[in-house]
Structure formats: structure tokens, C-alpha cells
């Protein structure tokens, strides 16, 4: 029978690491919940939201779906580290009928919204609204809209302020088959390239692949990706719908 002494118990426990308990109990990084434009906090693992970031522009598609009915999915290329897709439906307004409310989910059809907007005919008592980074705000407050006869063309200011931070895209349909560019300044400069929506240019033809609605957005605009795409689908509509 060996019997230990109470000098060897102190020795053993004064070889023990004195941070071995705090290392035990460490948790591990937690990734945020990225929700109204946050593409990080203070618990994100290193270099989380510079992951996100493309190096490259990506160009994303829409497909229409059928389940649920009026929705698409905006969904980005088959590429090695893909980035989130878009959910988005429309529904009526149920107490006006004419007016029609687009909601925009990220990840799925479960997740939470990131933004919606409501619009309906030009002369309905109801204005049009968007809410994006959870705060509502009527469609005139946020969207300039000027136009120049010759040639014709239009151009749009989207400026959204939140907690002293603004935020301003400068859209214009000067490009090619009704295209949509977007811009970081009203200087049309390649190094203020955002986001180019890009309409179907043809019917369907039988032996042609079926064209889709697409949206190119570069490594810039992907810090703004909320904006561009909410945006993109109001100036859309506006520019789709007959002004009766």
C-alpha cells in the first residue's frame, strides 16, 4: 500500500496548467445571425464577412417557381463556395385588392424576411411603401426618379438612412436590351460598377434554351446586396407596370 503524502498532492496540482479549466470550458465562435444588411459581429469568426465577398462579379438567375405560387428563387451559379439565394413572393393586399406586396426572405422560404414592399395602381388612395433593415418608409421618400427626353432615358437615386449611416445606389436603363446598371455614384466609371439587372431580350422559341431574368452584382455590390436587389425589383415594376 503506497500512501501518498500531502507534499506529492501539492506538487501534482501545482503541475497542472493554470488555465486548463478555462480552456475546457471555451465555447466555440458563433456566427452571426445576418439579418438587415449585419454581415457581421463581435462573436463572428475571423475573416467571416470577408468570406462572403466575391472576388469576382457573380451573375444570379431568376427561376420562377410554382410551389409556392408567384414566387421565384433568386439563385447564384453551381460555383464552390456559393452564396445565399433569395426567396421571393407576391401577394395581395387583402383589404386592396389592387395592391400587391413582394417579400424577400434569404436562405429559404422559412427564414426571415430581410425586406418587402407594397404597390399598386398609380391612382389608388394607398401609397406605395418599402421596409428594409426593419423600418418602413414610403416608396417616394426613398426613390428619386428624373428623365431626359433625348435620347430617353431614365434615371433613378435609391437613398436609405439608418442609425447615421447612408446608403445610395444611382440606377439608370442606358444599357443594352433594357438593362438596369447600378452605380455607387452618378460617375459612370467601371470602378463604381454595382449591379446590372438583365431582362429576357427574347420570346421562347422551341430548340432555344428558356431565357431567365438575371442580376449581376460585383464584389463591391455584394456589401449592398439587400439594396440592389430590393431596388432592382421595385424599378422593374415601376417600369413594367401601365400607369393607369
Known sequence: MIITSPSDIQDK?????????SLSLRSPPVHPAIQYGVTASPASPPGYAAARKPLTSITYSFRPQTMPPNSMILSPPDIPNPHPSYFISVNLN?????????????????????????MGLTTSKKPSSVC??????????VLDTSHRPFPSR????????????????????SGPAG??????????????FLARFMPTAHLRKAGRAVEVNRLEVSPQGHELFDDILISALILERLRTTPSV
Request: charged share 25%; hydrophobic share 30%; net charge negative.
Open 13 to 21: 496540482r501545482d503541475s497542472v496548467p493554470n488555465n486548463a479549466s
Open 94 to 118: 387583402c383589404f386592396t385588392p389592387s395592391s400587391y406586396i413582394t417579400t424577400v426572405r434569404r436562405d429559404s422560404w422559412e427564414s426571415e424576411v430581410i425586406g418587402d414592399f407594397e
Open 132 to 141: 428594409i433593415h426593419g423600418n418602413e418608409r414610403l416608396l417616394s421618400e
Open 154 to 173: 431614365f434615371t433613378w437615386t435609391w437613398k436609405i438612412s439608418d442609425h447615421a449611416k447612408a446608403t445610395y445606389l444611382y440606377w439608370d436603363d
Open 179 to 192: 438593362a438596369l446598371t447600378c452605380l455607387s455614384s452618378r460617375d459612370k466609371i467601371p470602378g463604381n
